[in-house]
């Protein structure tokens, strides 16, 4: 489960560096 929540945490930020979400969109995808 850690490494579920690990993968969707790194797309998270990866679409944030690329500006495509909010930074509190982060914690809806996770």
């Known amino acids: 489960m850690t490494g579920v929540i690990s993968a969707a945490n790194?797309?998270?930020v990866e679409l944030f560096v690329a500006e495509k979400i909010s930074y509190l969109d982060i914690f809806k995808v996770v």
């Open 10 to 12: 790194e797309i998270a």
